[in-house]
Each structure stands twice: as C-alpha cells, then as structure tokens.
C-alpha cells in the first residue's frame, strides 16, 4: 500500500494550510495514522499523531496550531495548520502502522515565508 499526502505549499507567516493523506488500497485500515515532518539538515521529528481510539498526540511545538484528524474508516488522515511559523517549514510525511509495520508517504513541502 502507498500512502499519498497532498495539500502542501507556500503560505505566509500566520497562515494556514491542510494537509491530506490516503492510503492507495481500500483494503487497508491502519491501526495509527499521523504525520512526521523533517527540515533541511534535520531529523525526521513528530508532529501529530491519532490512534484507532481517536487519541492524540502533538509535539510541543505545534500544540494549540495543528489539529490532526481521521476518517471513520482510518484510511484517510488530515493535519489542520493554523498560526504557521517560517519554523514549520518542512518536507511532512505522512504516516501509517499497520500490523507491526511502518508505512510511509513521499512527503509534501511546506514552505512558510516571514
């Protein structure tokens, strides 16, 4: 299975953006979605993440700005982007667990100009 983000670009300082992920079969239905991000020269770090319960968990940095959110069905996870900061400016990867294995999307670019 693929998953596939969409939803990235240029935004302004202040501004705000969603992103969306999918997974590219419909027999899948993971167990957690969310989404990593990684700058240049940097770590792959956590931003947000949901489990099948619907708990959520956030990195300290983006609490309060990003909202993370899911399907019913869990094949579909979405990141809400509020208040942007040029320090969010990241390649955000989309992530998937599924019966012990890690998935993971391409990536999509958000670039946030001061």
């Known amino acids: 299975v693929q998953l596939v983000e969409s939803g990235g670009g240029l935004v302004q300082a202040g501004g705000s953006l969603r992103l969306s992920c999918a997974a590219s079969s419909n027999m899948f239905s993971f167990n957690a979605m969310g989404w990593y991000r990684q700058a240049p020269g940097e770590q792959r770090e956590l931003v947000a993440t949901?489990?099948?319960?619907?708990?959520?968990n956030y990195a300290d940095s983006v609490k309060g700005r990003f909202a993370i959110s899911r399907d019913k069905s869990f094949k579909t996870v979405s990141l809400q982007m509020d208040a942007l900061k040029p320090e969010d400016t990241a390649v955000y990867h989309c992530w998937g667990y599924w019966r012990g294995r890690d998935y993971w999307g391409q990536g999509t670019q958000v670039t946030v100009s001061s």
């Open positions: 949901i489990a099948g319960g619907g708990t959520t």
